[in-house]
């Protein structure tokens, strides 16, 4: 349990969150009109943007998770991380022009510009859907353990807290609120995980202490292809695909970008998230095979793997810093929290209401966006106790099911921009088809004992990570056939939207792209090459630490 010094750690962790959230809003005009509430002005400077992709991307369930799977079977679990890192390089480089020079809100209004408003709403209603079942919920489960855990305040109770506080600032500040926030959370985070990992590796004797008593295999990164979690072809092959979708197509994580107040500051933000994103191999899981190594010594017992981090923080860590890494946890508790509220409710806010109502005023938009963050406030709550009746299992696979649907999400974005000649039709087969194969594979998987040994069998048996690959290839080809057997796009329609015809002007899309309220505003696309040199040898660099990183870890 947490002494004196641990609680005013603590407090002084809220004082703080909450006089960035309200100091930053005031007197800046983040909740007067849609642009600022919903993307903060769209005047973020590259720092604040790194900082909140990494923030928002660092949930409690992250750290606790990364750390099990640590202190279960080694570092590999950190490829996604360190896979991250170029990722954010794909985004910052290939994507951010585009979002930009299009004046998007929204994910799926980018993919109305670019195809059609059926897939616009298909992307809306699949996002907002999978934030409230998993994201939300999954977060506001993560806080209670938390509180309950390390803290000693009653499930419900630490649920309740961490719901209200991050509802409050989200409500009031928009997403100028969470980027500063998240920036300061990022501190937070870094320190207390830092902490624990230099703490632990002062407790077993250093890093060759480490590599001498770990398990075999613990400390390389690249398993066979026939490991049932981390084969080495699915790492290169499949996990990209995830990746591209939740770095560079899904709300949550681009609506930072689309804040940038210029192509220049989007891209550096990405660039410096990616050095960022190469930190959780040695401060998020290495904590997890410090964990087993005092097993192994029979220094620590843990209940479950899951046990790693928390355990190491209540044995290891004195007061103050027990504080400290508990405010950490509740940092990436509220940081990921407040993103998705305000993804969601900018989703809703964006897509559904102001598709419905076109002629919805600016301070109208921004109060249907402040009452859909307290409904979702409300639904992440409801669902909780729904938690508790679902089978571990189940709940499991409810998870899954994003990374089943988010392959063809991936294809019709990313060969919507390399290739003019796809079109509407070809994106709707291929949506349509990833959701009928990946409903298919959930349903499946629960029921396994029926499926066989046959090709069904191998369908519901195969490894994710090469499931998202064999879904990817399939709706690529889908998207690509029935674009070629239906009539081409209007090239006006897609002008600028795709790299073929990037130097085209800009066409006006679908809807009018005025803001309500009588303003256009599109951010700065002006890409300085100075800039562009600069970016440039700072994600070689970031490169070549990633090839470092793969070969010391092989």
């Known amino acids: 349990m947490l002494s004196n010094l641990d609680w005013a750690v603590v407090v002084l962790y809220f004082v703080v969150v909450f006089a960035v959230a309200f100091g930053v809003t005031r007197g800046r005009g983040s909740r007067e009109s849609a642009e600022g509430y919903f993307l903060g002005g769209r005047n973020a400077g590259w720092f604040v943007i790194g900082a909140s992709l990494f923030a928002s991307n660092i949930g409690s369930e992250h750290l ?27 985004l910052g480089w290939l994507f951010v022009p585009f979002y930009l020079r299009s004046g998007v809100f929204t994910m799926p209004e980018f993919l109305e510009r670019r195809y059609s408003p059926a897939a616009r709403w298909y992307l809306a209603v699949i996002s907002i859907v999978g934030y409230v079942l998993t994201k939300i919920s999954v977060t506001i489960f993560a806080g209670g353990i938390v509180f309950e855990a390390l803290m000693g305040i ?56 480490l590599a001498t008593e770990a398990a075999p295999g613990f400390l390389s990164m690249w398993k066979p292809m026939t490991d049932p979690n981390f084969p080495w072809t699915g790492i290169l092959l499949g996990a990209p695909i995830l990746g591209v979708w939740y770095w560079c197509t899904d709300q949550f994580i681009v609506q930072r970008v689309l804040s940038a107040r210029n192509v220049d500051e989007a891209r550096r933000g990405t660039i410096f998230a990616g050095f960022l994103k190469l930190l959780p191999l040695f401060i998020f899981v290495v904590p997890g095979l410090i964990a087993h190594v005092l097993v192994q010594r029979g220094e620590m017992t843990l209940s479950s793997p899951d046990a790693a981090l928390p355990t ?55 109060a249907v966006g402040q009452i859909a963050t307290l409904v979702m406030v409300g639904f992440g709550l409801l669902w909780i106790p729904m938690m508790k009746l679902i089978s571990g299992q189940l709940y499991q696979y409810l998870q899954s099911v994003q990374a089943y649907i988010s392959p063809p999400i991936a294809a019709v974005f990313l060969i919507g921009i390399f290739w003019k000649r796809v079109n509407s039709q070809g994106a709707l087969a291929a949506l349509g088809t990833g959701f009928v194969l990946g409903l298919a594979r959930l ?48 090239p006006a329609h897609i002008a600028a939207l795709t790299i073929a015809t990037r130097d085209e002007p800009l066409a006006q899309p679908p809807e009018a792209m005025t803001i309500p309220g009588g303003h256009e505003h599109l951010p700065g696309t002006r890409s300085d090459a100075t800039w562009r040199r600069r970016d440039l040898g700072w994600s070689l660099l970031l490169v070549g630490l990633v090839g470092l990183i793969w070969i010391w870890f092989s």
């Open 64 to 90: 606790v998770g990364l750390a099990g799977t640590g202190a279960a079977s080694g570092v590999a679990v950190a490829q996604f991380e360190v896979l991250a890192s170029l990722i954010l390089l794909l």
């Open 312 to 366: 190491l923080i209540s044995t290891l860590l004195p007061e103050g810093v027990r504080g400290l890494v508990v405010a950490g946890l509740l940092a990436a508790l509220m940081s990921s929290l407040s993103s998705v509220f305000n993804s969601c409710s900018t989703l809703i806010t964006w897509d559904v209401y102001r598709k419905l109502h076109p002629e919805a005023s600016e301070r109208r938009l921004v």
């Open 443 to 490: 349903v499946l998987e629960l029921n396994k004992g029926a499926a066989g040994d046959g090709l069904v069998g191998a369908f519901v048996g195969m490894n994710f990570l090469h499931f998202a690959l064999f879904l990817f290839v399939v709706c690529a080809a889908v998207l690509v056939l029935v674009s070629l057997v239906t009539p081409a796009p209007d």
């Open 154 to 209: 009653d499930f419900w109770t630490g649920a309740l807290i961490v719901v209200v506080a991050t509802g409050i600032y989200t409500v009031f500040g928009g997403l100028r609120a969470v980027l500063y926030t998240d920036m300061m959370q990022m501190f937070v985070i870094l320190g207390g995980a830092a902490a624990v990992t230099l703490l632990g590796l002062r407790a077993i004797g250093g890093w060759d202490a």
